[in-house]
């Protein structure tokens, strides 16, 4: 049973969501469970103003989950370049390849069965049954957590057991069990527009009267973590090694970042490496490659990762034959270079015309 706090909060929740949620995205309101999912695959570590680009670009591909399952990898590994987290897209696949061929092409209507699907979890579990099938499940997410906290005054880590159970138990009783599609939409889109992570419209807020972080001024330090994220730095010195109008690349197979995708010839390092005749030279006699003309050494590129932040630099090396040490079928013309799926930050460096790749 709710207490007269709680039922103030969803009371006031839904009333604002009413009058005053003007927030429009492409995939509100609909029922296709298809369409939800797909959204909350995109939306996982993607801004929306991000992610309604790739949603339109996919829905009108894929138009349904047969069309998915039976596209090809590299079609939609390149559908969805630029987004990174790339297992997202592999899961994606695996889930609507295992639905065509296991229940034609449908999703479970059950909770439980939803949760069992690769790549979804208790939040997008959730929002496909609530918001397809209007079933009461409430979604907690990072909106979710950070409203939760200021209103209530929550000091328990967000990232511990204890409070993921916390959380959760409160999150459902709060729900409208008679509208959780409504109710769900309704505190996500109050997280991203007014209980915002940084600088929320306290003043603005209708549920300011009664929220803990507001009366005592906490709002900037709720919710809170235990745990920090240490970032990772490594330095990726990419070879792009071009023949007449050929260029070698190859696919990342490994289980690392960018699994599956495309890039030039890498030399990892521990650290920064001032790249000069010498060490060139170096670096392309372990590939057997004498004939050469350094075209160019790109600056250095930066890229934030989660855990990791990048350090990438390209260097341009023009050889008049093909070297033996390299496989023979990982040259690909240049003008075809579009139809791969590359890492962003590689196909960024491909697009600028600054960088433009030349034989000459």
């Known amino acids: ?51 309604i680009h790739y949603y339109i670009k996919f829905t009108e591909k894929y138009t349904n989950i047969i ?108 729900l409208d069990k008679r509208k959780p599609a409504v109710y769900n939409q309704a505190i996500m889109d109050f997280g991203a527009t007014v209980c915002k992570p ?9 549920l300011k009267k009664n929220c803990i972080a507001f009366i005592s001024n906490e709002a900037n330090l709720l919710p809170i973590k ?36 495309h890039e030039f010839y890498l030399v990892e390092s521990e650290k920064k490496i001032k790249w000069n005749e010498l060490n060139i030279n170096k670096q392309l006699q372990q590939l057997n490659i004498k004939n050469y003309t350094i075209k160019n050494i790109s600056k250095e590129f930066k890229q934030q990762l989660t855990h990791q932040s990048l350090h990438v630099q390209f260097i341009q090396i023009l050889i008049s034959t093909k070297p033996t040490t390299l496989k023979r079928d990982y040259w690909i013309s240049q003008n075809k270079l579009s139809t791969v799926a590359f890492p962003k930050i590689i196909n960024e460096f491909i697009k600028n015309k600054d960088n433009y790749l030349t034989s000459s």
């Not at 709710?2 to 103030?8: L, W």
Request: net charge positive; charged share 25%.
């Open 1 to 51: 049973m709710q207490t007269s706090k709680e039922k103030y909060f969803t009371k006031q929740l839904l009333n604002w969501n009413k009058k005053f949620n003007d927030r429009k995205m492409p995939w509100k309101g609909i029922k296709d469970p298809y369409k939800i999912w797909l959204s909350e695959v995109i939306l996982q570590q993607t801004k929306v103003e991000q992610g």
């Open 226 to 261: 235990n745990k920090r994220i240490v970032k990772k730095h490594r330095w990726l010195n990419y070879f792009i090694l071009i023949n007449n109008h050929d260029v070698w690349i190859k696919e990342r197979t490994e289980k690392d970042i960018w699994q599956n995708l």
């Open 198 to 206: 940084n600088l929320p419209l306290c003043n603005n807020c209708k």
């Open 67 to 174: 069309s998915l399952a039976n596209a090809k990898d590299k079609e939609v590994y390149k559908l969805w370049e630029g987004l990174g987290y790339y297992n997202r897209c592999k899961n994606l696949l695996f889930t609507a390849r295992k639905l065509r061929d296991e229940n034609a092409g449908k999703f479970p209507t059950n909770y439980h069965e939803i949760l069992q699907l690769k790549g979804i979890g208790v939040y997008t579990a959730a929002a496909i049954a609530s918001f397809a099938f209007n079933l009461p499940y409430a979604v907690i997410d990072g909106n979710v957590y950070r409203i939760l906290a200021r209103y209530f005054g929550i000091h328990t880590p967000i990232d511990s057991n204890e409070g993921k159970k916390e959380f959760t138990h409160l999150a459902n009783k709060l």
